[in-house]
């Protein structure tokens, strides 16, 4: 399990490079973070998984954020599960293998990779964390859905994280 001082670490990262540059460049740069901090964690790009959801065996989403960003937008047919909740407590899991394929997802990759940690601890080998998260998915134009409407515009997680989105993409909160 991550330390709370490694946790703090990587945000404290990723707020500097937010403060320098606030710009799809900084986006990149928390992906790479991402990646360092988290090794162990399968990524898989947005073009990936949009070719995996037009396969018949499509994989488990979870969107790994709070509610309220959740109900502006999610990608199509994904579950809800809050950051800090246990793997036992996530109800569609028991309907499913462990050996299913999963991909998380969050607003840029850092709830959603801690998140994976997390599965893959609990047994769960094939578990993907979707880099740059759904505000890279955003970005490109792909679909977003609140519901099963089709919409444009993500939760922007906050003032400041918020602009990472292509502004036409950023809800207002």
Same mark, same amino acid.
């Given at each position: 399990?991550?330390?709370?001082?490694?946790?703090?670490?990587?945000?404290?990262?990723?707020?500097?490079?937010?403060?320098?540059?606030?710009?799809?460049?900084?986006?990149?740069?928390?992906?790479?973070?991402?990646?360092?901090?988290?090794?162990?964690?399968?990524?898989?790009?947005?073009?990936?998984?949009?070719?995996?959801?037009?396969?018949?065996?499509?994989? *488990?989403?979870?969107? $790994?954020? !709070?509610?309220?960003?959740?109900?502006?937008?999610?990608?199509?047919?994904?579950? /809800? +599960? %809050?950051?800090?909740?246990?793997?036992?407590?996530?109800?569609?899991?028991?309907?499913?293998?462990?050996?299913?394929?999963?991909?998380?997802?969050?607003?840029?990759?850092?709830?959603?990779?801690?998140?994976?940690?997390?599965?893959?601890?609990?047994?769960?080998?094939?578990?993907?964390? *979707?880099?740059?998260? $759904?505000? !890279?998915?955003?970005?490109?134009?792909?679909?977003?859905?609140?519901?099963?409407? /089709? +919409? %444009?515009?993500?939760?922007?997680?906050?003032?400041?994280?918020?602009?990472?989105?292509?502004?036409?993409?950023?809800?207002?909160?």
């Amino acid at each position: 399990m991550r330390s709370l001082s490694s946790f703090l670490t990587t945000i404290s990262t990723l707020l500097t490079l937010l403060v320098s540059k606030k710009s799809p460049e900084s986006l990149k740069k928390i992906k790479a973070k991402i990646k360092k901090n988290y090794p162990h964690i399968s990524h898989i790009s947005t073009e990936t998984l949009a070719g995996w959801l037009t396969q018949p065996d499509q994989p *488990l989403l979870l969107d $790994i954020r !709070e509610s309220e960003e959740y109900e502006v937008s999610h990608l199509r047919d994904a579950h /809800q +599960v %809050t950051p800090n909740t246990q793997i036992e407590q996530v109800e569609i899991l028991k309907e499913k293998d462990k050996t299913d394929k999963i991909v998380v997802y969050c607003s840029v990759g850092v709830r959603s990779a801690q998140f994976a940690e997390k599965l893959q601890q609990a047994g769960y080998p094939n578990v993907y964390n *979707l880099n740059g998260s $759904i505000f !890279e998915w955003a970005n490109e134009n792909r679909p977003l859905y609140q519901g099963q409407q /089709q +919409v %444009t515009q993500v939760h922007p997680y906050n003032s400041f994280w918020g602009k990472l989105l292509v502004p036409n993409y950023r809800a207002k909160i």
